[in-house]
């Protein structure tokens, strides 16, 4: 038996930007992760998927991230998508300006 289907979201990095990016219900996509689109289904999810990955003029290495639902949208459920949600690591630009973000 497979383990059960955990929510997703679908992120991948902006291909000119290199910024983190998820991609919405409404086909785009959004630098903030409260913005993705949640998938509770597993089979719409690999559709989904399967939609980023042909997005190549746009971005890449499009993945499934798990995510759980929140009060104002998708929340991250590993450290390792919550500090992509925060921007480079490296020296403050992008989100890391605004210190909301912090």
């Known amino acids: ?6 929510p997703k979201v679908v992120t991948a990095n902006a291909l000119l ?4 990016v998820y991609l919405t219900a409404d086909d785009c996509w ?11 289904d597993e089979a719409h999810a690999q559709i989904r998927l399967l ?5 190549r003029q746009v971005v890449v290495g499009a993945y499934l991230a798990e995510a759980k639902a929140g009060p104002r949208g998708p929340e991250p459920v ?3 998508e919550a500090f992509r949600t925060r921007g ?5 630009h992008g989100k890391q300006e605004d210190p909301s973000h912090v």
């Not at 930007?17 to 983190?20: M, N």
């Not at 409260?34 to 509770?40: K, P």
Request: charged residues 30%; aromatic residues 8%; glycine residues 2%.
């Open 1 to 6: 038996m497979s383990p059960r289907f955990t």
């Open 17 to 20: 930007e290199g910024d983190v």
């Open 30 to 40: 959004s630098r903030q992760h409260a913005e993705a689109e949640l998938i509770e």
């Open 51 to 55: 939609d980023a990955q042909a997005q």
């Open 78 to 80: 590993h450290f390792r």
């Open 88 to 92: 480079p690591s490296n020296y403050r």
